[in-house]
C-alpha cells in the first residue's frame, strides 16, 4: 500500500497529525484514508509489538524519547498529535501539557491480600 508522505510541517497542528496519521498507516500496512483519528488505533490492528515500532518512528521523526506505553497512554491520532504538538515544543511553552487521566479505582474498604508460598524438596523433612 502506497501513501503519500505528509508534509514536512511539523511546527502546526494538522502537521503534525497528518505525520502521525503518515506513520500509523505505514506501520499498519494500511491507506491514511482508512483511519479515523478518533477511534482508537487497537480498532485498526495496533498491537503492543507495532504500537512500539509507531512509538520508535514517531521518536525519530520529532526527535523526543517517547514511553514505551505511549499508544496506550494516547489511543488515538488525534490524542496522540495534541501530545506531540504540546510535547514538542511547537506550541506556547507555557501551556499546560496534557496528561493521560487515570481513574482510580479502589476504595478505602479494599482488603490487604497477603499470599505466602512455601517451597520443601522431596525427601527433605524441613527447609533447614
Known sequence: ???????SDLKSPAGIEAAVLFH??????MKTSAIDPQLPLQTFGMDSLTSLELRNVLGTT??????????????????????????????D???????????????ASDGVAIVGMECRFPGCPSLE
Request: charged share 5%; aromatic share 8%; no cysteine.
Open 62 to 91: 520529532f526527535r523526543l524519547k517517547l514511553s514505551g506505553t505511549l499508544l496506550f497512554d494516547y489511543p488515538s491520532v488525534a490524542a496522540l498529535s495534541q501530545y506531540l504538538w504540546q510535547t514538542s515544543g511547537a506550541q
Open 1 to 7: 500500500v502506497v501513501t503519500p508522505q505528509p508534509s
Open 93 to 107: 511553552s507555557q501551556a499546560l501539557r496534557v496528561h493521560p487521566t487515570i481513574q482510580q479505582t479502589s476504595n
Open 24 to 29: 500509523a498507516a505505514a506501520v499498519l500496512g
